[in-house]
């Protein structure tokens, strides 16, 4: 068992004041959502049984769904939101045709070792998968991909001189802050101000 806190745990602990200022002026219910998600086990399913869920589903999406398509925030709310009661959910085994070539193969030759873990009014939260480090079949992917294989000598060099397996992920920090305060709209949760035509690089 792991002794270690999930920031929602930490938020929930230490940031008392703040909560109910957010519980309060912002998203009421915040601080029951958030306990709910912590004392919550997690859900895990794979993209296929995700995709039949969404196809049962009473609901008129925006965004059709069918086996292949790239999950959507209005799916994935309504799986962690309604199918499942607010748990987290883990979706895991996407297509291969949806994600990025360097994404290990499973031996089904359709789908890849990716994650996604989705929390209720954000959608996804954390993405991540196991890398490729099998030479053959990412040379292979580069060519259905019609990708250049010169432009990624150094990637493919990775893999030629030894490899181990290795898995990576990122925790969108902006979701986070959105998840944890109620704030609606992303932008508000982002730190630096973005306006339009302000870059200066």
Same mark, same amino acid.
């Given at each position: 068992?792991?002794?270690?806190? +999930? ?8 940031? *008392? ?17 958030? +306990?709910?998600?912590?004392? *919550?086990?997690?859900?895990?399913? @794979?993209? @296929? ?6 196809? *049962? ?30 748990? !987290?959910? /883990?979706? %895991?085994?996407? !297509?291969?045709? /949806? ?34 480090? %099998? ?13 250049? *294989?010169? +432009? ?10 030894? +490899? ?16 944890? @305060?109620? /704030? ?5 949760? /982002?730190?630096? !101000?973005? @306006? ?6």
């Amino acid at each position: 068992m792991c002794s270690c806190i +999930s920031p929602v745990e930490y938020v929930l602990e230490n940031c *008392k004041e703040d909560m109910d200022f957010f519980n309060t002026w912002i998203e009421k219910g915040i601080i029951k959502r958030l +306990s709910d998600v912590a004392e *919550k086990n997690f859900v895990q399913l @794979t993209y @296929t049984d995700a995709v039949e869920l969404l196809l *049962k589903a009473k609901k008129n999406f925006e965004f059709p769904v069918q086996w292949g398509c790239d999950l959507q925030s209005e799916h994935e709310r309504y799986i962690t939101e309604e199918e499942f009661g607010g748990c !987290p959910v /883990i979706i %895991r085994d996407y !297509p291969k045709e /949806i994600k990025p070539f360097y994404m290990r193969q499973n031996d089904d030759g359709k789908t890849v070792a990716a994650m996604d873990m989705l929390v209720p009014r954000v959608g996804e939260l954390i993405g991540g998968s196991q890398r490729e480090e %099998r030479l053959d079949y990412l040379e292979e992917r580069l060519d259905e991909l019609k990708l250049n *294989k010169e +432009s990624f000598w150094w990637y493919l060099d990775l893999r030629r001189y030894g +490899s181990v397996p290795h898995a990576g992920f990122g925790l969108g920090f902006e979701r986070l802050v959105q998840f944890a @305060t109620g /704030i609606e709209n992303i932008r508000d949760a /982002i730190p630096f !101000p973005r @306006t339009p035509g302000s870059a200066e690089f």
